[in-house]
């Protein structure tokens, strides 16, 4: 009888600790009974029926990277490239990942490569290469569509590398090349026109203030040689007051103050060595002087 009561607290025992399932923090476990889902565990300590119950599959529920291998697409040019990429996905529901769909990198992967050559496909060669964030993200957008049903969330897609044939490389590198010279041919004329325009530019401004001063330069001379003149006619005024006060003649004095004038430059000038005066130039002085 102690032996019987032995044995049962073994199986007891047994049965309790084959029971307790410690599910580690990374993962869901699906649990069947009879062949028929029965439960999902949670990370941490759980407890389940040993005898009719069994964990059916392990999933892992962090995020994962999924490598899209090279294949071969053709765009709408009919140019033949070469393109491969990375998904990153993670199970959002465990019971769908599981019985939703058999295989679910592989079903991921080949949805990955169709949709990718179905975009591919509708964009010339220029386009695929130049818009790679574009294909990004249509393609996350139908992929994560397409996986809703198998409880995955796709968080990114990225396309790693996109290889056109080795004849097209070479004739893109032409085309840019002469792409290049062309900008700097055209930015080479648009310098020169616009030293151009400049250097015209600053010889209009420079002949306008040239003009300006001359017209200022004139302005004053002509200013000057008004109050000259007004001067000139103040002094023959005063003169010929002083003159007609006198009984003197005030055309008298002024051709005589010119005869003077003339006799001085002509003393001064560097041919005249003799300067003969006219032998009535004393007596007129002489009348002058005593009027």
């Not at 001063?213 to 002509?222: I, T």
């Not at 005024?237 to 103050?257: E, F, I, R």
Request: proline share 3%; net charge neutral.
């Amino acid at each position: 009888m102690i032996y019987l009561v032995f044995a049962i607290a073994v199986i007891v025992v047994l049965l309790v600790v084959k029971g307790i399932k410690i599910v580690p923090q990374a993962e869901n476990w699906i649990i069947e009974r009879f062949g028929k889902y029965a439960v999902t565990l949670n990370p941490g300590l759980n407890l389940i029926n040993p005898i009719f119950s069994r964990v059916s599959h392990k999933v892992d529920i962090r995020e994962t990277v999924l490598d899209m291998p090279k294949q071969g697409t053709i765009t709408s040019d009919n140019a033949s490239i070469e393109v491969d990429g990375i998904v990153y996905y993670k199970i959002m529901d465990p019971y769908k990942s599981y019985y939703g769909i058999h295989n679910l990198r592989y079903a991921i992967q080949n949805l990955a490569q169709t949709t990718l050559r179905s975009i591919m496909g509708k964009m010339t060669l220029d386009e695929s290469l130049s818009s790679r964030e574009k294909i990004n993200a249509e393609l996350l957008e139908i992929l994560d569509e397409a996986t809703d049903s198998w409880g995955t969330k796709i968080t990114r897609v990225e396309i790693r590398d996109i290889e056109p044939p080795v004849d097209i490389v070479s004739a893109m590198t032409l085309q840019m090349k002469a792409e290049r010279e062309k900008r700097a041919r055209i930015l080479e004329a648009e310098a020169k026109k616009e030293a151009a325009e400049r250097e015209a530019e600053g010889m209009k401004r420079a002949q306008i203030l040239q003009a300006e001063a001359r017209k200022e330069s004139a302005d004053r001379d002509a200013e000057a040689r008004e109050r000259l003149a007004r001067a000139e006619a103040l002094a023959i005024t005063s003169v010929a007051d002083s003159l007609k006060n006198t009984g003197g003649d005030p055309l008298v004095y002024l051709l005589g103050q010119e005869y003077v004038r003339g006799m001085i430059k002509l003393g001064e000038s560097p041919n005249g060595k003799i300067v003969v005066l006219p032998a009535d130039l004393m007596e007129s002085v002489k009348t002058i002087f005593k009027k």
